[in-house]
């Protein structure tokens, strides 16, 4: 019998290296569906306790409690993004049919930075500076939009099964983990936080900025104060920049209508309120699930938007939020077993 070619080390280098060609190549034919499975990993981790309640608690079959949860999933939080989608599109359609109005408070806006702040241009350089970075961004978010669709049937389609299998997903999980049970279960565990802490924190934040800001406008009678205040909601996925976005330039328009107490009034309602209660509720989220930090949302949706489109406001923080677990794992690992070798050290 001929001796083989290669040697058994030899075989499973060859052999790892094709698996990770091939991976290379999924990985890339599979890359514009990849918020379909970042979002599939944050469904999943939202729904898990749900899911093995219904199937280990109350007896349900598994594909029922897969499509019932599925259902309410679809409920609570793709019908609010397609309704808020669809209010975006109005407003956008709104303004383009009233092109004079946007003339008309861009001119009192000049005017007003004219004679007060000496700077009759300013409302224009601030437009013309940011312009190619939202026309870059718009475009992002838009492409983003147009494959939406296909992402959400993607997810849905493999949720489904690992809702029916989930025993059986994660076993293969741990089995494949290159780390050791514990660390494992420390790592679903932060992992659970963290995208608690980002899908349900940081809704509830927006949900009570949005809704502060939208009592405000109705206070100081601003002009649709609900829309503003949907628009205001979003943009609370990045924390402390984006309410003044809103609330600033609408304390601009007041002032330069000459509704001074009511510019003022917004002023401090925006500063005092609307700001300061999402420094509250993040405190109180991170003493009850965990929390991410400012500085990591703020790089995650620098990152998210131009990936993933507007969803990117959630998945960009999640994702870098994963990674810098996943780092920390590694460092747990390497300590552990220069650890290890320093004890089997001893022994000899």
Known sequence: MNNPVFSQKERNIIILLIVLALG????????????????????????????????????????????????????????????????????????????????QVIDAINQFAGDKLGKPDLLQEQLESSAAYFGTLLTAVLGGAANIFLEITVMYFILY????????????????????????????AELKNITYSNIVGQTVIAIVQGACLTIGFWIFDV?????????CAILSFIPLLGPPLIFVPAVLILLSQGQTWQGLGLLIWGFGLVINIDNVLRFIISKKIGNIHPLITV??????????????????????????????????????????QHLEGKKE
């Open 161 to 188: 099964f690992l809702f029916v299998n989930y025993r059986g997903f994660e076993n293969g999980i741990l089995y494949y983990l290159p780390f050791d049970e514990e660390q494992a279960i420390v790592f679903g």
């Open 223 to 231: 002009g649709d104060p609900l829309f503003w205040g949907v628009i």
């Open 24 to 103: 290379g190549i999924l990985l890339y034919a599979t890359r514009g569906i990849f918020s379909a499975f970042l979002g599939t990993l944050v469904m999943y981790t939202l729904f898990r306790t749900l899911n093995i309640f219904l199937i280990e608690k109350w007896r349900w079959p598994k594909p029922l409690s897969a499509v019932v949860i599925i259902i309410l999933s679809i409920f609570i939080i793709v019908l609010p993004f397609v309704g808020i989608g669809s209010m975006l599109v109005r407003k956008a359609i709104e303004l383009q049919e009233n092109p004079a109005w946007i003339e």
């Open 299 to 340: 790089i995650g949706v620098i990152i998210g938007l131009p990936l993933f489109g507007l969803i990117g406001l959630v998945y960009g923080p999640l994702l870098l939020a994963y990674f810098l677990i996943a780092v920390k794992i590694y460092k747990a690992n390497k300590r552990l077993s220069l650890q290890r």
